[in-house]
């Protein structure tokens, strides 16, 4: 099987740009069939002050009005998702933007209301992932570029989680490529002690996260990241990292840095 990444990009190095740009440089460089899935929160909630839509989040998970998803389609989909497209080209790398709804690549539903109403947030249809479209853009050469919008197929966007799109992605094509998945921020990786960099967790298990979890040492933001980590690996995918995006991108292809989840 050929070897194949899913990177998954957010926090401060997709909100600052010169660190935006050494990342795009290094995703570039990797030779290898690359699919490159970001977010773009901080900047959607900043364009969003300027145009009075006030951000509201629970759990660390935006909740989706109908003002928001106009605002996130505009950011997501349009400004972030185009202007990596555009660094990536000027670096001969051949990009693709695309959102859920480009040849219906992340079919979605809408989050069923329960204790919270989650508004227009979608949950991937894994059964209903056209892989036949993913495999055509990666044995062309084409690089896709993926914004966290998903669609529910009758004519709605949905803001769905980037960390579980590069996960979804990562499993669904497990089943034609060798997967590794991986998760770039900031932190050098998994901290046992969030104020401490130095304190990362090079190998992460589920007791290690149980623990972790139950003495609350972990910081919200991560969760949603192990979480899918752990699908990812249960579900096939060969070996998930997460840490910093220079770190990660440089020795892609050589040793292991970051934290491995097992």
Same mark, same amino acid.
């Given at each position: ?44 909630? +900043? ?6 839509? =006030?951000?509201?989040? =629970?759990?660390?998970? $935006? ?16 400004? =972030?998702?185009? +202007? ?6 000027? $670096? ?118 149980? $623990?972790?979890?139950?003495? +609350? ?28 995006? +220079? ?16």
């Amino acid at each position: 099987m050929q070897q194949l990444f899913v990177i998954k990009i957010g926090g401060n190095v997709i909100d600052e740009k010169d660190s935006l740009q050494l990342f795009l440089h290094d995703f570039a460089g990797i030779k290898a069939k690359k699919i490159l899935v970001h977010g773009g929160g901080k900047i959607a909630t +900043k364009i969003g002050d300027q145009l009075g839509i =006030v951000s509201t989040y =629970v759990n660390g998970r $935006r909740i989706t009005d109908e003002h928001t998803i106009d605002l996130v389609t505009m950011v997501y989909g349009g400004l =972030v998702n185009k +202007k990596i497209v555009a660094a990536l080209q000027s $670096r001969a790398c051949n990009a693709i933007g695309l959102t859920g709804a480009d040849a219906n690549c992340l079919p979605a539903t809408k989050r069923p209301v329960k204790e919270i109403d989650y508004g227009f947030t979608g949950d991937i249809d894994t059964s209903r992932l056209a892989l036949t479209s993913w495999h055509l853009f990666l044995e062309q050469g084409l690089v896709p570029v993926v914004a966290p919008l998903t669609h529910d197929g009758h004519g709605h966007m949905l803001n769905t989680n980037a960390d579980t799109i590069a996960a979804s992605l990562a499993i669904s094509l497990s089943k034609v490529y060798e997967v590794r998945l991986i998760y770039c921020f900031e932190k050098k990786g998994v901290l046992e002690e969030v104020e401490d960099n130095t304190s990362v967790i090079r190998l992460m298990d589920k007791k290690i996260y149980s $623990r972790l979890v139950q003495e +609350k040492r972990l910081f919200e933001g991560i969760l949603p990241k192990i979480d899918n980590a752990f699908d990812a690996i249960d579900k096939g995918v060969k070996e998930v990292l997460i840490g910093d995006a +220079k770190d990660l991108l440089r020795n892609v292809t050589k040793e292991t840095v970051g934290t491995l989840i097992i």
